[in-house]
């Protein structure tokens, strides 16, 4: 099993720039989350989707964030425009829903850093 | 609103015991989660409690008390490669979990 896949590692962009942010859950888990953490703000859940459907996207700090999930294997996460206060480390976690322990399997992440 | 409050650090010594603490304040209160980070490293879980008592895996236990609104995590035997972050976790109604701000955790040789 190879994990939460995410893509890019690291991005570098400048403020106004496009970003997209790419997550591969762990094949047969049914929900999965975007977070973004921050030494200020530490880790704050942005939306979260099960079977594909958003649940909660009380999270998104603004329109500028937008998430998507066209099916169980691939999720994007996009700032549009980007903006300084941006930079941050994203993550994307995985669940196999209904487990009893609730473990969340998290990806290596994205550096976001917005120049 | 929904609060989780856990110390920001605590230092403790190589082969010693430490207690992180967390308290909680949430709606449709499920279950407690651990969770630990290394520097530049995901969170990795731990542990997670839904019903009072202790739970112990390993050299690390977890405990819960839902009437006080309250959990720690109990590392024993201390080692180095303990030193990380440290997050609790709470699950609320619609599978949704809220983090802790996290411990970090200083061992000292």
């Known amino acids: 099993d190879a994990g939460v896949i995410q893509s890019p590692r690291h991005e570098v962009t400048e403020m106004g720039q496009e970003v997209t942010l790419r997550c591969k859950p762990i094949?047969?888990?049914?929900?999965l989350f975007w977070y973004r953490q921050t030494m200020m703000r530490g880790l704050e859940l942005l939306i979260y989707f099960n079977n594909n459907v958003p649940i909660d996207d009380s999270g998104m700090p603004e329109d500028r964030f937008s998430a998507k999930m066209p099916n169980a294997s691939f999720s994007t996460l996009k700032i549009q425009p980007s903006e300084p206060r941006d930079s941050a480390v994203y993550f994307c976690a995985s669940r196999a829903r209904g487990s009893s322990y609730n473990e969340q399997f998290f990806g290596p992440g994205t550096r976001l850093t917005v120049l | 609103g929904q609060s989780l409050e856990q110390p920001s650090e605590v230092t403790a010594v190589e082969g010693a015991i430490v207690q992180i603490n967390c308290t909680y304040q949430t709606s449709g209160f499920y279950g407690l989660s651990w969770y630990q980070q290394h520097d530049g490293g995901a969170p990795t879980f731990l542990s997670y409690n839904a019903l009072d008592g202790l739970e112990e895996t390993g050299r690390f236990s977890s405990f819960l008390s839902r009437s006080d609104s309250y959990g720690y995590l109990l590392l024993q035997e201390l080692q180095m490669k303990d030193s990380a972050s440290y997050f609790c976790a709470v699950l609320v109604r619609d599978d949704k979990i809220i983090f802790g701000k996290g411990t970090r955790l200083h061992i000292l040789p």
């Open positions: 094949s047969g888990h049914n929900s």
